[in-house]
């Protein structure tokens, strides 16, 4: 059974920076690829990043693009995702998932592509 555990979540000032991390177990990873999301209470899940964990490819959803960079440790079968510059429409609980699968860009953004889900890191960013 894989599973995602987030950490690094809390509570910083608009313009610091965060590490979230994702801590995956479970079997080996060759082909999966990691996505994570955010959820605002009251609206739908929203795609961030993603990164395949054989290659290291990443793919950014755009509005983040610049201030946010995933990246992965193999090693540690973790993912984290480097947040920077933080805004208060950042705020949000940031879930990890997980998923066997090809790297195709038009799909990573999909909630439905993944299997396996954490259960999310709150993030507040105060003004």
């Known amino acids: 059974q894989v599973q995602p555990v987030e950490s690094g979540g809390g509570l910083v000032q608009a313009g610091g920076s965060l590490r979230l991390s994702c801590a995956v177990s479970?079997?080996?990873?060759?082909?999966?690829?990691i996505g994570w999301f955010r959820q605002v209470p009251g609206k739908e899940r929203e795609f961030v990043a993603a990164?395949?964990?054989?290659?290291?490819?990443?793919y950014y959803t755009d509005s983040v693009k610049g201030r946010f960079t995933i990246s992965r440790d193999n090693a540690k079968n973790t993912v984290y995702l480097q947040i920077n510059s933080l805004k208060p429409e950042d705020t949000a609980v940031y879930y990890c998932a997980a998923s066997r699968g090809s790297w195709a860009t038009v799909s990573l953004g999909r909630e439905s592509e993944y299997d396996y889900w954490g259960q999310g890191t709150q993030v507040t960013v105060s003004s």
């Open positions: 479970g079997r080996t990873f060759s082909n999966y690829r």
């Open positions: 990164i395949s964990w054989a290659f290291g490819s990443t």
